[in-house]
């Protein structure tokens, strides 16, 4: 554990020499998990995300996929997401796994996804890596503090991922609130794409509802 947020002080720490602007973008998400067997379910969501500055829908994506409970820790599952950013359509293939632990009342995750990325009209595809270490701490039965950080790493290097291992993080400090059957997650992100010429940082306010 000791080692894993020693690699995130590092990456955060880091200044890249390149020129980094700053954006506000405003992301909204609906999660859904449904059980169809005793081990197996079945995954979806719908995310939005707004560019504030240029008052434009800036990306939409679309994740499904089956989960499957290897046993109260973790899970496994294959997981295909449509992404289209501007006119760009992205296809995303992915592999996830989440280990998951209880400790002195608090929640605690990893999880892992192994993405295989086809822009249309690319030659050049891509492997990526994103990994998340979740934090949970309930204060309330319905209120909860929500701290995590997710790094990606790209496995292979093309052009258009900026040819760099690590290829952004995102740092996300929030609250989930849970009303009968529905939890809600609002909350701060911070999202850090280093690029050669020019980085890009970008602080992004949250809202998911899980259902």
């Known amino acids: 554990m000791k080692y894993f947020l020693l690699i995130i002080?590092?990456?955060?720490?880091?200044?890249a020499p390149a020129k980094t602007i700053e954006d506000q973008r405003t992301w909204v998400g609906f999660f859904g998990r449904k059980n169809i067997t005793q081990k197996y379910d079945l995954w979806m969501e719908?995310?939005?995300?707004?560019?504030?500055?240029?008052?434009?829908?800036?990306?939409?994506?679309?994740?499904?996929?089956?989960?499957?409970?290897?046993?109260?820790d973790q899970e496994i599952g294959f997981l295909f997401a449509y992404v289209q950013t501007g006119l760009t359509k992205e296809y995303r293939p992915t592999l996830h796994h989440t280990y998951k632990k209880n400790w002195l009342e608090n929640n605690f995750s990893l999880r892992n996804r192994l993405e295989f990325r086809d822009i249309e009209n690319n030659e050049s595809d891509s492997i990526r890596l994103r990994s998340q270490f979740r934090w949970l701490h309930p204060v309330t039965q319905n209120?909860?503090?929500v701290i995590w950080e997710e790094i990606f790493l790209n496995i292979t290097n093309e052009s258009w991922t900026g040819n760099r291992t690590f290829e952004r993080n995102r740092a996300f400090v929030g609250t989930r609130l849970k009303f009968n059957e529905l939890s809600y997650e609002i909350g701060y992100m911070n999202q850090y794409v280093p690029r050669k010429e020019l980085s890009t940082m970008e602080h992004i306010l949250t809202l998911y509802l899980f259902f």
């Open 9 to 15: 002080i590092l990456l955060l720490s880091y200044q």
């Open 46 to 72: 719908v995310q939005l995300r707004h560019d504030e500055g240029q008052q434009t829908m800036n990306q939409t994506l679309n994740r499904f996929g089956f989960l499957k409970n290897l046993n109260s």
């Open 143 to 145: 209120y909860n503090l």
